[in-house]
């Protein structure tokens, strides 16, 4: 199971710190991602990270004003989201990868969580 954690409503500019926790499977065996779906527009990928957290992948648009990161100990991957824009508003979703290679593209994730609101407010 994964259970996102932390959105909410923002200003412009301000920050959020999004987690999810994971359970059931061995999670430092496989990547993990963060993908967003705003209304009307198809689900697209934030960040990903590699199994081991050595590898992250960013959409060019979020490049320097997110960062993802996991803590295997605990079985936690985090969303960092700094300078945050309205288009910015979206459900975020954590998922599972199949490989534990960083990947973006939503079909090679095969578990997801139930996402976690972000609105950011102008």
Do not use: H
């Amino acid at each position: 199971q994964l259970q996102a954690s932390g959105g909410g409503l923002v200003q412009a500019g301000g920050s959020l710190r999004l987690s999810c926790a994971a359970s059931g499977r061995t999670f430092s065996s496989y990547a993990m991602g963060w993908f967003r779906q705003a209304p009307g527009k198809e689900r697209e990928f934030v960040a990903g990270i590699s199994s081991s957290g050595g590898s992250t992948i960013y959409a060019d648009s979020l490049k320097g004003r997110f960062t993802i990161s996991r803590d295997n100990a605990k079985n936690t991957v985090a969303l960092q989201m700094n300078s945050l824009k309205p288009e910015d508003t979206a459900v975020y979703y954590c998922a599972v990868a199949t490989t534990r290679f960083v990947l973006t593209t939503p079909g090679r994730y095969d578990r997801w969580g139930q996402g976690t609101l972000v609105t950011v407010s102008s």
